[in-house]
T-cell receptor, first 113, second 115 residues
Framework: GPKVLQIPSHQIIDMGQMVTLNCDPV?????FYWYKQILGQQMEFLVN????????KSKLFKDQFSVERPDGSYFTLKIQPTALEDSAVYFC???????????FGKGTRLTVV | GEQVEQLPSILRVQEGSSASINCSYE??????FPWYKQEPGENPKLIID?????ERKQIQELIVLLDKKAKRFSLHITDTQPGDSAMYFC??????????????FGIGTLLSVKP
């Protein structure tokens, strides 16, 4: 079936440094999402992105977060600077249209030390 | 509110029996309810979904029920097999169409099917 690829699968970073999480969405999809899952909790919506713009973001999407997809390449989530509470698994997702079926990647486990 | 409650958090059943997972939601505007299955190290995969214009949907051994009045929906797996062992997440969303599909997830249910 359609696959969303996330690179890397794990990332360990020093607090205060910048990190970029990369996502290769399903090839013909137009809508892209990031979700955050802290250990033992549910996946929580961070942001969705369409046509080069952020459509909606949650309160978890702090000022230190940014997303982009330059020229149809990776859809990225950048955190600058990172904080300890940013440690989580970040799932990228994509959908063909605004809804309904959303496909998820395997996640990137980010550890901020 | 935008919470989705999911119970139980852990479910252990014997192979061949049925398993039920229950979710409730707060946002009455929610009209789309997917269920995802996630195996260790894998991505969450959509296994079945239901829209608010339906009360029941079945795909093979998976049945979902939706009670809009009570704001509850549930997943029932009949004749469970060891391969059904996984984390299951319910979610709710208001299908925004052109604005994207923001899913509100439950906390997940760890299903273990004993042979």
């Amino acid at each position: 079936g359609p696959k969303v690829l996330q690179i890397p699968s794990h990332q360990i970073i020093d607090m205060g440094q910048m990190v970029t999480l990369n996502c290769d969405p399903v090839s013909n999809h137009l809508y892209f999402y990031w979700y955050k899952q802290i250990l033992g909790q549910q996946m929580e919506f961070l942001v969705n992105f369409y046509n080069g713009k952020v459509m909606e973001k949650s309160k978890l999407f702090k000022d230190q977060f940014s997303v982009e997809r330059p020229d149809g390449s990776y859809f990225t989530l950048k955190i600058q600077p990172t904080a300890l509470e940013d440690s989580a698994v970040y799932f990228c997702a994509s959908s063909l249209r605004g809804g309904p079926e959303v496909f998820f990647g395997k996640g990137t486990r980010l550890t901020v030390v | 509110g935008e919470q989705v409650e999911q119970l139980p958090s852990i479910l252990r059943v014997q192979e061949g029996s049925s398993a039920s997972i229950n979710c409730s939601y707060e946002d009455s505007a929610s009209n789309y309810f997917p269920w995802y299955k996630q195996e260790p190290g894998e991505n969450p995969k959509l296994i079945i979904d239901i829209r608010s214009n339906m009360e029941r949907k079945q795909i093979q051994e998976l049945i979902v029920l939706l009670d809009k009045k009570a704001k509850r929906f549930s997943l029932h797996i009949t004749d469970t097999q060891p391969g059904d062992s996984a984390m299951y997440f319910c979610a709710a969303s208001e299908d925004y169409g052109s604005s994207g599909n923001k899913l509100i997830f439950g906390i997940g249910t760890l299903l273990s099917v004993k042979p």
